[in-house]
């Protein structure tokens, strides 16, 4: 928390190069470097960024995570899928609460759910989704449970 002074190597991809948090946007996998230094610290870290190009994913299986926490600080603050560009055409994704009642439906791949239903945040706890798509021209289908966390 000491440092004043980013840099990130390459800069190609990189919004501003002396930001400490930039938007990263590589054209190919890029691994990036980024040196942090102040007046009593000095330091550096790494992260990889792969890019994929959709056409080559497996649309066989739907990544979805087991738990989020719908709470408003900008982390995990909405449940979806993860790999969307991996979808050829959903049908839908909805998810249920423990009595059935459908608490959020989309037909978007990109669209996620905020943990609320008709305005009201839900109660923490366990539902469940199904999400419904096409791969390869085969209709698949996608069941599981996630943790509202709060």
């Given at each position: 928390t000491c440092a004043t002074d980013f840099q990130w190597i390459p800069f190609t991809g990189v919004s501003d190069e002396f930001a400490p948090e930039p938007t990263l946007s590589p054209e190919e996998t890029t691994t990036y470097h980024?040196?942090?230094?102040?007046?009593?610290?000095?330091?550096?870290?790494?992260?990889?960024?792969?890019?994929?190009?959709?056409?080559?994913?497996?649309?066989?299986?739907?990544?979805?995570?087991?738990?989020?926490?719908?709470?408003?600080?900008?982390?995990?603050?909405?449940?979806?899928?993860?790999?969307?560009?991996?979808?050829?055409?959903?049908?839908?994704?909805?998810?249920y609460d423990r009595w059935g009642s459908r608490v959020f439906a989309t037909d978007n791949p990109c669209e996620g759910w905020d943990g609320s239903f008709q305005g009201a945040a839900v109660n923490p706890g366990v539902l469940l989704y199904r999400v419904r798509h096409v791969c390869e021209g085969e209709e698949l289908v996608a069941v599981g449970s996630l943790s509202v966390i709060r």
């Open positions: 980024l040196d942090m230094a102040g007046s009593n610290c000095q330091s550096s870290d790494s992260i990889t960024i792969t890019v994929l190009d959709p056409d080559q994913l497996d649309c066989s299986t739907v990544f979805l995570p087991k738990a989020f926490t719908p709470n408003d600080d900008g982390l995990n603050d909405f449940y979806g899928i993860s790999n969307p560009n991996a979808i050829d055409d959903l049908i839908s994704f909805e998810i």
